[in-house]
């Protein structure tokens, strides 16, 4: 099955410094999608970006699809950013989707 | 919008013993997917329902099962409970089947433990 692949698995930074998360993919994807996990455990969507750049606020991601890569860009984290964000992509095959998610990289930002 | 819901949010159980957990979605999603969550196998699909069929299912064992409902609500049924599936079990939902499939959100999750 594909292979996905984030990187740094753990990041730790001081309030107000920026970050870059990395997720590779090994084939090609339908769909890719950015989740961040608070300490309760609640998924929370972050970006569908099957490619191009996406901004929300102090966050951006870009997915270059053709290079099987996605980047989710923190800037100016504050303390509530903390926990794993994850990456997930979706493979279309015979009708049916499955959405494989990387390992994660546990972000803490300390004060 | 109302999220997606999940029912009982922490459940201790013995070994052997069977569990059913509970997944409202959000309004209007037809496709609810399960996955578990551990330590050391990270994020897992288990399997994913559509207008009451099951349309996908991942590697785990028969003693996984689910279903779904007509208004959408899913449960899913874990039988002959076992160390290793102490676990925190989360469900998604989708619009369904298409463009919209991996677009999905998902509900806080049950945490089971399993002792």
């Known amino acids: 099955g594909i292979q996905v692949e984030q990187s740094p698995p753990d990041l730790i930074l001081q309030e107000g410094a920026n970050s870059t998360l990395r997720c590779n993919f090994s084939?090609?994807?339908?769909?890719l999608q950015w989740f961040h996990q608070n300490p309760w455990g609640q998924l929370i969507n972050l970006f569908y970006?099957?490619?191009g750049t996406k901004q929300n606020g102090r966050l951006s991601a870009t997915t270059v699809a053709t290079e099987r890569y996605s980047l989710l860009y923190i800037s100016s984290s504050q303390t509530t950013d903390s926990g794993v964000y994850f990456c997930?992509?979706?493979?279309?095959?015979?009708?049916?989707?499955?959405?494989?998610f990387g390992k994660g990289t546990m972000l803490l930002v300390s004060p | 919008k109302a999220g997606v819901t999940q029912t009982p949010r922490y459940l201790i159980k013995t070994r052997g013993q069977q569990v059913t957990l509970s997944c409202s979605p959000i309004?209007?999603?037809?496709?609810v997917s399960w996955y578990q969550q551990t330590p050391g196998q990270g994020l897992q699909f288990l399997f994913e329902?559509?207008?009451?069929?099951?349309?996908n299912k991942g590697n785990f064992p028969g003693r996984f099962s689910g279903r779904q409902f007509s208004n959408s609500r899913s449960e899913m049924n874990v039988s002959t409970l076992e160390l290793g599936d102490s676990a925190l079990y989360l469900c998604?939902?989708?619009?369904?089947?298409?463009?919209?499939?991996?677009?999905?959100?998902f509900g806080p999750g049950t945490r089971l433990t399993v002792t």
């Open positions: 998604a939902s989708s619009l369904g089947p298409g463009q919209d499939w991996a677009e999905q959100y």
């Open positions: 084939d090609s994807v339908n769909n």
């Open positions: 970006i099957p490619s």
């Open positions: 997930a992509v979706e493979r279309r095959n015979s009708g049916y989707s499955t959405l494989t």
């Open positions: 309004s209007g999603h037809r496709s």
């Open positions: 329902y559509f207008s009451e069929t099951q349309r």
